[in-house]
């Protein structure tokens, strides 16, 4: 499955809707999304990533630019995520900088 993105801001919450894999040449556009929500004032980043099968280390520094482009104070909440993308958090321990949830608001 090709990927896709949906995109919300309100009240001060970015909700991303993520679809297929999220690979190389797709991170591009995951990047893209992040940069048009950096300049809103955001406080909470949601990732919906229920339908999302497959996130590659390209993926994994978009999570981490986001953090850096909108700020230290941002919280990133990842909303049911597959086991293998939980497994790849893990492994390179990024679970520790991110909120994993079965929904939001928590």
Not at 4 to 24: F, N, P, R
Not at 26 to 38: H, L, N
Not at 44 to 58: G, I
């Amino acid at each position: 499955m090709a990927f896709q993105i949906e995109s919300v801001v309100e009240e001060q919450v970015a909700k991303l809707t993520l679809h297929g894999e999220l690979d190389s040449l797709s991170a591009r556009v995951f990047q893209t999304e992040i940069e048009k929500i950096a300049n809103q004032p955001i406080d909470s980043l949601v990732l919906d990533m229920e339908e999302l099968s497959f996130m590659s280390s390209a993926g994994l520094r978009v999570l981490i630019y986001s953090k850096q482009k909108i700020g230290p104070k941002l919280s990133i909440y990842i909303v049911k995520p597959q086991e293998l993308i939980v497994d790849t958090l893990t492994k390179t321990g990024l679970q520790h900088s991110v909120t994993i949830v079965d929904q939001y608001p928590v």
